[in-house]
């Protein structure tokens, strides 16, 4: 009886930790702030708030050997544009396992485009905005945004780009736990994916030159034989 007691104790545990309902809600533009939501419960995170230093004893510097750091590869922003459709595919099979139980509240950005060059400035303001209206529509079925509100706007004065809005998002621990499984192998996949791409153009990039110097040398070996076949009927026409 006590071990069906400890059971059923443990079971409702959890029921109640995956219906919980836990968030974030992040301001950003001339002030950043970040607070996360567990329940009830509200913690800000950014701006952090400043405590007290108390004065530290210096104690003499030890010598460490520095160890050398193997370089990760780069991921370039290029490559991050070609694999958001991906992450974009991705990412729609999992909200849809949520029924639309996730709820983005508030969704209020407004973006002004600038840059020094009109011309690209008009280009990215024309991409930004068509990719805005294919998202949007399809995000407003997979999620709950009652009160979504997007503003863009260009800039071809020079001015710089200039982004300020506050979102916030809400979700049981449930349906995170949810998008966890269906995306998390994928997700990893398209990052290692992501990681491979630089590895692959510096590799075509480096097999180039060296391609380059077998055909020069072997163009200079093809001229140095026929100026030796030039001089050896110089010689045959003397004698």
């Known amino acids: ?6 059971v059923g104790i443990v079971l409702f545990l959890l029921l109640v930790i995956f219906l919980s309902r836990v968030g974030a809600e992040m301001v950003f ?6 607070t996360l939501r567990l329940g009830p419960v509200r913690v800000q995170v950014l701006p952090r708030k400043e405590k007290a230093k108390k004065p530290k004893k ?24 070609r ?31 600038g840059g020094e060059d009109p011309a690209d400035t008009a ?29 863009l706007e260009p800039d071809l004065q020079g001015g710089e780009t200039r ?15 949810v998008i966890g499984f269906a995306c998390g192998i994928p997700l990893i996949k398209w990052f290692l994916r992501l990681r491979k791409q630089p590895q692959s153009a510096a590799k075509d990039t480096d097999s180039l030159p060296r391609k380059d110097e077998k055909n020069g040398k072997q163009e200079n070996q093809s001229q140095r034989n026929d100026g030796d076949r030039h001089e050896q009927g110089e010689g045959d026409g003397e004698q």
């Open 1 to 6: 009886m006590t071990a069906l007691w400890i």
């Open 29 to 34: 533009g001339e002030e950043t702030g970040v």
């Open 58 to 81: 210096e104690k003499p510097p030890k010598k460490k050997e520095e160890k050398p750091k193997k370089e990760m590869p780069k991921i370039t922003g290029r490559a991050i544009l």
């Open 83 to 113: 694999g958001l459709p991906e992450l974009w595919g991705i990412a729609k099979k999992g909200l849809r396992m949520t029924f639309r139980r996730i709820r983005i509240s508030p969704m209020e950005i407004s973006a002004v485009i």
């Open 123 to 151: 280009i990215l303001y024309g991409k930004l905005n068509a990719a805005m209206w294919t998202v949007m529509p399809v995000l407003t079925e997979l999620v709950q945004m009652p009160d979504a509100h997007i503003h």
């Open 163 to 177: 982004v300020r809005g506050k979102v916030g998002i809400s979700a049981r621990i449930w349906d995170l736990t």
